[in-house]
């Protein structure tokens, strides 16, 4: 297993879509970067969502030391008119 493929599965996996970790501020950005690489190169999950038409996107948040990420739904909205 990646090293921060461990973060990826648990905020894909929550029923929140959330995930919690506490790293030294130095870290953040390396961090934040390594989970958004993780979820680019999850080729299943990314396949699953299209067909189902729906986006996700990752959105880290910084408090402290603390970094939640959490997927907001990105889906385009569609409209179809006849």
């Known amino acids: 297993m990646r090293q921060y493929q461990r973060i990826w599965e648990s905020v ?3 029923p929140t879509l959330k995930a919690s970790i506490v ?3 130095s870290l953040h950005s390396r961090i ?3 989970v958004k ?3 680019g190169k999850d ?3 990314r396949l699953l969502l299209s ?3 729906v986006r996700y ?3 880290p948040k910084i408090k402290g030391e603390v970094i939640t990420f959490t997927l907001l739904d990105d889906s385009p909205i569609t409209t179809h008119s006849l």
Do not use: P, R, V, Y
């Open 12 to 14: 894909k996996n929550s």
């Open 23 to 25: 790293a030294d501020t």
């Open 32 to 34: 934040i970067k390594a």
């Open 37 to 39: 690489k993780e979820k």
């Open 43 to 45: 080729a299943g999950w």
């Open 51 to 53: 067909e189902q038409g």
């Open 57 to 59: 996107k990752l959105c």
